[in-house]
């Protein structure tokens, strides 16, 4: 969804994971069971802080930005955010083959969505100026869904100097 966003914007894609992922020179899997989930928000903090001092983009944030004070105040402050609501049902369907989320390894996968989302979808909500329902549209609908909240907004500007932040389940 970010990245489709990102070329009908003509803004750069910056994945936050991903910018983690390169700086640790490992997986992000590997930095949790090694270091530990606190360890691994630490340097998320520091780079969602960077990210959101950066040029224009569109800056997709891992799953767990949101659990730190900080980075909601960034993301409210900084950015244009955008949550991308998905129901935990929805997102274990998306997800339930995916061996590369540490949180998800465990026995009810289901379950543990459903803890995250409890926990989580208050503070998405806190950090973002929009919420779209992703439900099962297809990418470019939902793509279209928030450009409309952005010109309707009046955020939608080539000269935006702030970025748009893309979190919740679908950003990436």
Known sequence: MGR????????????????????????????????????????????????????????????????????????????????????????????????NRPLLQVADPLGRLRELYALRDPLYRESARFTVETGKPSVAALVNAVVLLLEQGGVVSLTEARPIVAAGPSAA
């Open 4 to 99: 489709h966003l990102a070329r009908r914007l003509d803004r750069p894609f910056v994945d936050s994971d991903q910018v983690i992922e390169r700086r640790i020179g490992a997986s992000i899997r590997e930095f949790f069971e090694q270091n530990g989930e606190e360890a691994f928000r630490d340097l998320e903090q520091d780079v969602i802080n960077e990210l959101t001092l950066g040029e224009p983009c569109v800056l997709a944030s891992g799953g767990g930005a949101v659990l730190r004070l900080a980075n909601r105040q960034h993301f409210q402050q900084r950015t244009q955010g955008i949550y991308l609501h998905s129901a935990p049902e929805e997102v274990f369907r998306r997800l339930r083959h995916d061996r």
